[in-house]
């Protein structure tokens, strides 16, 4: 699979085919990498799924939307079409990463495939990159059943708050440490009222806030 390939299957030819490269470029190879275009591609997914689940269910509430969309927008869901798509095959990366199987590694799979969207947006517009989520999500949107979609931990932490008139929580990040291809995360969950401070450790800072506010939730619980 070529990064020609992984456009096309993704049913966009690129004018500017520096932005294909750039979107397929670990860090860990150098500059310029997808890092920037990860971010862009990040919010216009968030952008693209919440429309397109507005129009789908439009009698759902807000909450029921949003834990929607963040299920199809979270790194295994990325992971997963990433795979299909096969951009592992052609993601430019480091020494270090291809000896360490960066090339099978979820979050930088999850991370190319938001930095190929955000390059089509800056190829084509907002209509082109819209077009490419839509279809590339088709099969995900048909399998959605809103009444089966579990709350994760810090959605659900936060409606154990507010059904008690309580303060939303706070995440800090506390730590980063380590290698590119191997970092950990160290995240405070810090609630006012009651008072309560756990912590949480991950392969990225989402992953570390989940946990931390996991461990507040089953306290507060208890």
Not at 81 to 95: D, H, K, W, Y
Request: proline fraction near 5%; charge should be neutral.
């Amino acid at each position: 699979m070529t990064a020609l390939s992984v456009a096309r299957t993704l049913g966009h030819k690129f004018s500017d085919e520096k932005l294909l490269r750039t979107a397929l470029t670990h860090r860990s190879f150098g500059t310029p990498n997808n890092e920037r275009l990860e971010f862009l591609g990040d919010g216009i997914l968030d952008c693209v799924i919440a429309a397109a689940l507005f129009h789908r269910f439009p009698n759902l509430p807000e909450g029921d939307l949003s834990r929607l969309r963040a299920n199809l927008v979270r790194q295994d869901a990325l992971h997963r079409l990433a795979v299909g798509l096969e951009i592992g095959e052609c993601l430019r990366l480091g020494e270090g990463e291809l000896k360490s199987g960066g090339a099978q590694r979820p979050s930088i799979l999850a991370d190319a495939l938001e930095a190929l969207l955000g390059a089509i947006y800056l190829d084509a517009g907002f209509d082109a990159a819209y077009a490419v989520i839509a279809q590339l999500y088709q099969p995900l949107l048909d399998e959605l059943k809103p009444g089966q979609v579990d709350k994760d931990a810090k959605t659900s932490l936060q409606e154990w708050l507010q059904g008690r008139k309580k303060p939303v929580p706070r995440y800090l990040l506390l730590e980063a440490t380590g290698a590119a291809h191997e970092q950990r995360f160290e995240v405070a969950c810090e609630i006012d009222n009651p008072p309560l401070r756990t912590i949480g450790y991950g392969a990225s800072r989402r992953i570390a806030e989940q946990v931390a506010a996991e461990k507040a939730l089953k306290e507060l619980k208890a």
